[in-house]
């Protein structure tokens, strides 16, 4: 305790009190590098410091935070993470199942088990429940997923056969630039390009400002009521990144392979009060940092749907992405065309980062890799901005949460964002916010309420 700045006086009696409490039992208190004088030490300094600075706020980085980090060390946990629940049975993900249950911290040296390059670890100061989940690095098909893979299918125009060493380093952008208009979308750095970054920064905050394709046999419309569908609401054309894949000529090390290189930044997930598990950096970010892909299972809409079926009675589903950046182009998708991914029963780090209405500090875009067809893409997280170490990581999730016929149902948002869009809050809290406020149309139908938004932007 010295070693961290607490006096003896400070340590005594509470120690005292410690040994008092269990009947003299030393044990108990050395478990864990004493955590248990430290959390009797600490927490009461805690709830001063938040009571003080009227916050709740669990990630707070404060200087007992620093402290007590450096204290409890994470512990090892060599059983895996999962107690998988069987196939088409959904494991309760909202935020009410990962509430506070026992006083137990569940610390986890790496829940990637070794399949990513870098160590993530979870850390927990309050209680939670450990996420029942698989890690998986890379998407996967669950069943009737149409995801080819080929050589075949990727024409000399989407590849770059004749290059070597780094793509980025040519005086003439090669044929893998042509998806961003002739310039790679990153920098030699490997950051995403202002301007790119700030374009889909642009297109998901105003997609009213965008072109809308409207799908003449909207899956999600048919997600929500298979008889009698609505007119699709519009998904926005989005913006992709192209990188460089099996079929080009460059090395491992090019600039244009940034996702497919995995996670590199110092990802932690750790435990909130009110949202569950959440992801935060322990190093600074600066503004176009990949983050990492949101990975999960290969659905069709239909099995996202009869997933959903199954689970509404008491259970809810981690938040799945739909991948409809293309939905528009075609007439009609077939069903095995029109994917989502599902990271609740399997997924990586992005299934822990919450969400935050309208100035979330990342932003999800997709990128083309394997396929140049874009029913399958992955999902790449970036930083919309700088990044303190330890700020929460989140993403904006595109919830309508008055659409109550939406696949996948709202939670009670607890963002904290000025600009929250979950109404019944306010309407709890006696607001009278009217329903002539909002503005639909986002990808996947999701609704933007039109605020000063803009101009704090
Ligand atoms: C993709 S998961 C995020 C990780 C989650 N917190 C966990 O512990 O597994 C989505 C779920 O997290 C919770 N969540 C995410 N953002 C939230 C927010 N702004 N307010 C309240 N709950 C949130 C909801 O339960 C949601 O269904």
Known sequence: ??????????????????????????????????????DAIFEPLDSKKS????????????????????????????EPIVNLTRPGVQSDNSSSSVQRKSKKLHNINDITRGTEKIKIPLIDDIGLEPPKFLYIPQNISYQDAYVPFSIARISDRDCCLNCN???????????????????????PQGLLKDYFLNTCISMKRDPQDHHLFHCQDCPLEKAKNEHNPEPCKGHVLRKFIKECWRKCGCTMDCGNR????????????????????????AEYLPKGSFICEYVGEIL??????????????????TYPVLLDADWGSERVLEDEEALCLDATHFGNV????????????????????????????HIAFFTKRNIDPYEELTWDY?????????????????????????RRKAIAAGGTKKKDSVVKGTASGSTSRKLNYKQVQ
């Open 258 to 281: 940034v996702v497919q290189r995995g996670p590199t930044c110092k990802l932690q997930v750790f435990s909130t009060e009110g949202k569950g598990w959440a992801v935060r950096s």
């Open 398 to 422: 595109g919830i309508d949460f008055d659409d109550v016929d939406h696949p996948i149902k709202a939670f009670e948002c607890q963002c904290a964002s000025p600009y929250c869009r979950d």
């Open 1 to 38: 305790m010295k070693e961290l700045g607490i006096s003896r006086e400070v340590v005594k009696p509470v120690l005292k009190n410690l040994l008092e409490l269990y009947d003299m039992n030393w044990k108990l208190i050395e478990e864990n590098n004493y955590r248990t004088l430290a």
């Open 350 to 377: 992005a299934r822990f980062i919450n969400h935050r209405c309208h100035d979330s500090n990342l932003i999800e875009i997709p990128v083309e890799i394997e396929t140049p067809h874009h029913h399958y893409y």
């Open 300 to 317: 069709t809409n239909t099995e996202l749907y009869e997933r959903n079926k199954q689970g509404r009675k008491n259970e809810r589903h």
């Open 165 to 187: 060493g780094d793509c980025l380093s040519r005086r003439v952008p090669c044929a893998c630039s042509r998806e961003t208009g002739g310039e790679f979308a990153y920098t």
């Open 51 to 78: 009571i003080a600075e009227g916050s709740t706020s669990s990630n707070t980085n404060t200087a007992i935070h620093k402290k007590r980090r450096k204290l409890i060390q994470v512990e090892d946990e060599t």
